[in-house]
């Protein structure tokens, strides 16, 4: 540093400290007389107006007696205003008993979310845990779509069951997994299926279906498609396809593009 400033007083600090390859903040730094030592806080003053001891007391008891356990502070106050008592202001009652006792907390009833344990998909053999969804693809004409069903076995990534419709339904849903179930030969307590939590995944008939099938069933936590990683990869394989269109002109269209592209 000595060397800087007795070279700025020739040339400048600036073409000194470019000279030296110092930075002039590190050089201000160095050349700053130190600090002061921080002065001891001196203690608060005490408002005229505080409450003494005996007084905050008092108001703790009388907030906590019988009378007036279960009521807000507000009601306490107006009671006792309306009888000629004053002890304190409204605040001061609620700072006494958040900051001191912590009486005073949200008592508004908050939703409780529940535990979605992560669903865990193994097969060691074809037909033992299906996994199943629905995309909607555009049609000829805005606004209109078509509703591919697609059941996949994740063991083979082999697709058991397929299906295109105009529409969204659980009876459609429904129809196509018992077809796909008796073309497949499956036995009660031998198959497992996964979906999301659509509509018609979550719909009271394929439950209902299931379980007379003996099938387990399962489902992806809410908001996670990480959960149901099988089916969403089979639908980006068949959109990022370079013959798929951006639009198919009918359902016969769509139908025939699928027969090629599954088998």
Not at 22 to 42: C, G, K, N, V
Not at 159 to 188: F, N, Y
Request: charged letters at 25%; glycine letters at 4%.
């Amino acid at each position: 540093m000595s060397a800087v400033s007795s070279l700025s007083q020739d040339i400048g600090r600036k073409k000194a400290c470019e000279a030296l390859a110092l930075p002039r903040a590190t050089f201000y730094r160095h050349m700053s007389p130190a600090a002061e030592p921080l002065q001891e806080e001196t203690p608060r003053p005490v408002p005229v107006l505080a409450l003494t001891k005996l007084e905050r007391k008092t108001v703790i008891e009388v907030l906590h007696s019988e009378r007036f356990q279960d009521k807000a502070p507000r009601q306490v106050f107006a009671s006792l205003l309306d009888e000629g008592q004053y002890h304190c202001s409204v605040r001061t009652m609620y700072r006494i008993l958040t900051d001191e006792h912590g009486d005073v907390k949200e008592r508004r009833k908050h939703v409780q979310r529940p535990h979605y344990t992560k669903p865990e998909l193994l097969a060691t053999a074809p037909n033992q845990v299906w996994s199943w969804d629905i995309t909607k693809l555009k049609g000829s004409v805005k606004w209109t779509y078509f509703y591919l069903y697609v059941i996949l076995d994740i063991f083979s990534r082999y697709v058991v069951g397929w299906m295109v419709a105009h529409r969204e339904q659980d009876s459609l849903a429904k129809r196509l997994i018992e077809e796909t179930c008796q073309k497949q030969g499956i036995q009660p307590g031998q198959l497992t299926v996964h979906a999301d939590r659509g509509s018609s995944m979550k719909s009271k008939r394929v439950a209902h279906l299931l379980s007379d099938l003996g099938i387990t069933k399962t489902h992806s936590r809410p908001h996670v498609s990480n959960d149901n990683p099988y089916s969403e990869a089979q639908f980006k394989t068949l959109k990022y396809c370079p013959q798929f269109p951006e639009r198919f002109g009918s359902i016969q269209d769509f139908r025939s593009f699928c027969q090629g592209f599954f088998s």
